[in-house]
């Protein structure tokens, strides 16, 4: 066989596992994780130049504009790799979604931060190596409650290079509030996404969420407290909307509340309805606010000072 029809053969096997998403009879009735899509041999489809990724975003090109970009591709402990979203929030822990660290993808290994393309040269990100990855203790893989992770950096990130995001306050009103979403998964055309891609969303009253969930989508799983909503805004044709999308799990949503205001990490990408890139009318994220708790008991003295103010000393996790 020829060189070029091996490659052929491992792309379209590779192409073929990547369209394995969850399945279900009604597309509506069924959610799917936004767990990366692909393996290493996917990440660079020979011709496919998708100009946009999370669906119909923008690419976010100017690093002094966005100091906060740090989307991490993780690697696994046993040199296959994959590719998840994460938000670093002081110089040495990074959030990420529980599930990103789900048993079959194995551990990951390091953290890059800064990462603006995949083609970007090895001095203009941070490349760093995880001590600890853990996730929630009630995180639960089948209805994706909980899902929010902690990867301790086993050396300091430079913050004046990639600024962390803060934390939220518990008591932060999202209401009528527009939303940041980022990441380098698959875009409305299915494709992987090179470069960091970005979309505003509006943010999703919870329980205008919780009760469409039930009543409109007959969703498997119910939308808890520790989940929000952003998304549901249709693109200019009309025919879609803004969201995130497979392979951006673990990326941040990000609330600021001027141009000058600090970025806070106020959800972390989780899942969305089993629809393509792009269908879905909102996207489910772990809120922030209310899982801060847990991020404030285990790391606490990793974070800034004054990020855990308002999440009392006695918190258990
Ligand atoms: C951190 O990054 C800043 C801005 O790029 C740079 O000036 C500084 O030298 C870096 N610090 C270290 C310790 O590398
Ligand atoms: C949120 O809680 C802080 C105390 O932690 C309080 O000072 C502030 O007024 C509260 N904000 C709202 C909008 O309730």
Request: some cysteine; hydrophobic content about 40%.
């Amino acid at each position: 066989m020829s060189r070029a029809a091996a490659a052929l053969l491992a792309l379209l096997a590779c192409l073929a596992g990547a369209a394995g998403a969850a399945t279900g009879r009604s597309p509506l009735g069924t959610v799917t994780a936004r767990m990366a899509p692909v393996k290493p041999i996917c990440a660079y489809p020979p011709s496919n130049s998708p100009t946009t990724a999370v669906a119909y975003g923008n690419a976010v090109t100017s690093r002094a504009k966005h100091p906060y970009a740090t989307i991490p591709w993780w690697v696994r402990s046993d040199g296959t790799w994959f590719m998840c979203g994460a938000t670093l929030v002081s110089s040495r822990i990074v959030i990420t979604a529980a599930h990103c660290l789900d048993d079959s993808w194995g551990a990951p290994t390091h953290v890059t931060i800064g990462m603006l393309s995949w083609s970007d040269s090895a001095g203009t990100y941070q490349k760093i190596a995880v001590q600890s990855a853990t996730r929630h203790p009630s995180y639960n893989p089948n209805t994706l409650d909980n899902d929010i992770a902690i990867i301790v950096l086993k050396s300091a990130a430079n913050i004046t290079k990639n600024a962390p995001a803060v934390l939220p306050a518990a008591n932060l009103s999202l209401e009528k509030k527009k939303l940041v979403v980022a990441g380098y998964g698959t875009t409305e055309d299915g494709a992987v996404a090179r470069v960091l891609k970005e979309a505003s969303l509006p943010y999703i009253n919870k329980n205008t969420c919780k009760t469409n969930a039930r009543t409109t989508y007959y969703l498997n799983i119910p939308v808890t407290d520790r989940m929000m909503c952003a998304g549901g805004a249709k693109t200019t044709s009309g025919t879609a909307y803004y969201d995130a999308c497979p392979g951006d799990s673990g990326g941040p949503l990000i609330y600021q509340a001027s141009s000058t205001a600090a970025k806070q990490l106020v959800g972390v990408v989780s899942w969305g309805l089993d629809l393509p890139c792009g269908q879905s009318p909102f996207g489910a994220y772990s809120d922030l606010r209310t899982l801060k708790k847990w991020v404030c008991c285990k790391v606490r003295r990793l974070l800034t000072a004054g990020a855990c103010r308002d999440v009392p000393t006695t918190t258990t996790c």
